[in-house]
């Protein structure tokens, strides 16, 4: 087993210091982490909105200059993974489970609990709703994780630098700096946000397994019965990473794809079709219309609207940042070989195309439960929103089955990932972590997970995760300015190269003296 780094240890403290915080005072930790997310959420939403459009700008613009030329690789490294398996993985890593429940709740709630700016139930109200979903799991989302991939893909697998996020600084910082305490605490931030984020989601995850399983099979709605899940799953994940990425999390990524796809199909048949392809429509519509606003909108003189603001936007644009370390170390790995400008077009648009359709299927069916009148789908807990929907369409218990298939596997798919990141950052950047680190790190997250949700921290730990997107924020602001120094100085090194010119007369003596030499 190769040897952990400082890292770990300093990583492990600060956890460590977290749940035992959140098992002896659960309240206090919900208490004080709500206080400094407020705070954040207060006074520096306006920062958040442009340092994502920032990121997106950044993106976008990465596309059409000539850095996208670059390989993330050697000029004769080929892909490791096809573009399904790659769109699979990268996607199942990005969003997971949280897609197949938050498809159903947000609309639901943005249409019929709290509207962003329209009277509740109505039809503009409808219309933001699968809008403003559009708009907080679209491009913005992706961009933050595209930009974090890229930079360290690039030193990794293009200049040959570790796998870290400390690594990506060197140019700006120096080689002294990050292999010193800076570093270090860079490189910590990244593993505390891994860890914290997958514990709770691991939490929340067992949970929603649990409650489909009540909802499907009246099974035991007990603590102890989420606990046999999570150790089931635990099994399953640790299973999957032994195994190693191009097996398990490759081939569990292909199956839970097509499973959703399965899914999404069938709803789509049976449930209201022509109002889905017209509300898809027009959404798209009113996405691209609304697009700048959207990303630009702050309601600084409506303390209501701002606070939906708060509670929506800036708590998914601080979401996405804190998950970036995770998400984006995982579509590092995974992306050798392709160029910057393949890279982006398949991180940016794809995955978001894909997220548009699962919530205009899903999202519409439970509209159009509740607005005729058919099911209060408002009245069902996050867990339930979706079992909740697919009861009421033909089909519906088969759906609710494959439903918790889909999610079972995504969960495991996402700390199986997790648990592979953390093993790089465990060893050094190592492309391929010793199974041995990931066991331990697939079991420190499994037990925290267990220790924090029979405490119920479960929100203190994601509001410390939010905590944790403001510093890194500016992690990923240095990541892409070290980024761009070496990329753009490569680019102009590049076409400054005197190419060989052909010269005929030259070419003439050279073939004369050579038939010479061959008579003599």
Same mark, same amino acid.
């Given at each position: ?90 996607? $199942? /890593?990005?969003?997971?489970? %949280? @897609? #197949? !429940?938050?498809?159903? &709740? ?99 995850? $067992? /949970?929603?397994?649990?409650? %489909? @399983? #009540? !909802?499907?099979?009246? &099974? ?301």
């Amino acid at each position: 087993m190769k040897k952990v780094t400082v890292v770990f240890w300093n990583a492990l403290a600060v956890c460590l210091a977290v749940v035992i915080w959140g098992s002896i005072a659960p309240d206090n930790l919900k208490t004080v982490t709500a206080d400094v997310t407020g705070f954040f959420s207060t006074y520096f939403g306006w920062y958040y909105l442009l340092i994502i459009m920032i990121f997106l700008a950044f993106c976008v613009y990465l596309i059409f200059s000539k850095i996208g030329k670059i390989k993330l690789g050697k000029e004769d490294d080929k892909p490791e993974f096809s573009l399904p398996t790659w769109f699979a993985m990268l996607f $199942s /890593a990005g969003m997971g489970m %949280g @897609l #197949v !429940f938050w498809t159903t &709740a947000e609309p639901i709630s943005h249409a019929f609990k709290s509207s962003p700016s329209g009277e509740l139930g109505t039809d503009t109200a409808i219309k933001q709703a699968l809008q403003y979903s559009f708009f907080h799991w679209g491009v913005h989302a992706w961009a933050v994780y595209g930009i974090v991939a890229l930079v360290l893909a690039y030193f990794k697998f293009h200049r040959g630098a570790p796998g870290l996020v400390s690594a990506t600084l060197v140019p700006i910082f120096g080689e002294k700096s990050m292999s010193g305490i800076p570093g270090k605490v860079v490189d910590t931030l990244a593993v505390v946000a891994t860890v914290v984020g997958v514990a709770s989601t691991l939490g929340f995850g $067992s /949970a929603q397994i649990k409650e %489909g @399983l #009540v !909802f499907l099979f009246s &099974a035991p709605d007990t603590f102890w019965f989420q606990i046999v899940i999570l150790a089931v799953a635990t099994v399953l994940f640790i299973g999957s990473a032994w195994s190693g990425i191009g097996k398990g999390i490759k081939y569990l990524s292909n199956i839970n794809m097509g499973l959703a796809f399965v899914l999404l199909l069938m709803l789509f048949i049976v449930g209201p079709t022509l109002y889905i392809l017209n509300m898809f429509t027009s959404t798209i519509g009113g996405y691209l219309a609304n697009f700048f606003e959207m990303s630009f909108h702050l309601e600084p003189l409506d303390q209501e609207n701002r606070t939906w603001i708060n509670n929506w936007t800036i708590f998914y644009w601080a979401w996405w940042i804190s998950w970036a370390p995770f998400v984006g170390i995982f579509i590092a790995r995974i992306s050798k070989g392709r160029t910057i400008k393949e890279f982006m077009l398949g991180v940016l648009i794809v995955p978001a195309i894909v997220c548009f359709i699962f919530f205009t299927v899903f999202g519409v069916s439970a509209l159009h439960l509740e607005q005729n009148g058919i099911a209060m789908i408002s009245d069902f807990s996050l867990e339930t929103a979706t079992f909740g929907v697919l009861e009421q369409y033909p089909l519906g218990e088969l759906m609710s089955l494959i439903t918790v298939f889909v999610v079972a596997i995504f969960f495991i798919t996402s700390a199986d990932s997790a648990t592979f990141v953390l093993g790089m950052l465990s060893t050094k950047g190592a492309l391929n972590p010793p199974s041995n680190v990931k066991i331990v790190w697939g079991l420190a997250q499994s037990a925290m997970a267990g220790v924090v949700v029979y405490f119920g921290g479960t929100a203190g730990l994601q509001n410390v995760l939010i905590i944790a997107a403001l510093p890194f924020s500016f992690v990923i602001l240095l990541m892409g300015a070290s980024f761009y120094k070496v990329a753009s100085n490569e680019v102009k090194h590049t076409e400054r190269r005197p190419r060989m010119k052909f010269n005929k007369d030259r070419f003439k003596v050279a073939s004369l003296r050579k038939r010479k030499e061959t008579k003599s």
